[in-house]
């Protein structure tokens, strides 16, 4: 089993910027994949962004140039940067662990407005 917390979202304006952290705790494993996917009201939950235990990234078209993906492996922390969000990056950010199978953690809201 593997427990993942999250936190820093929020409420933020225009252009603004966030920084999320997920930690995970339990059967870590030394080969994993993290990553943040996100749901918006009345759509599908999709995908942000991915990193390797050994540090290969993949983005969504949508935040390439504006979020960055990294983790620390010694705290089994995954962050996401947020910068130059929009509205249309609001949504309830999940993150996930994956290794073997699969795992999410309960969100965070992420609102974007003036």
């Known amino acids: 089993q593997v427990q993942l917390v999250e936190s820093g979202g929020g409420l933020v304006q225009p252009g603004g910027s966030l920084r999320l952290s997920c930690a995970a705790s339990?059967?870590?494993?030394?080969?994993?994949?993290m990553g943040w996917y996100r749901q918006a009201p009345g759509k599908q939950r999709e995908l942000v962004a991915t990193i390797t235990s050994g540090g290969s990234t993949n983005y969504a078209d949508s935040v390439k140039g504006r979020f960055t993906i990294s983790r620390d492996n010694a705290k089994n922390t995954v962050y996401l940067q947020m910068n130059g969000l929009n509205p249309e990056d609001t949504a309830v950010y999940y993150c996930?662990?994956?290794?073997?199978?699969?795992?999410w953690g309960q969100g965070t809201q992420v609102t974007v407005s003036s």
């Open positions: 339990g059967s870590i494993g030394s080969f994993n994949t």
């Open positions: 996930k662990f994956t290794r073997w199978t699969s795992y």
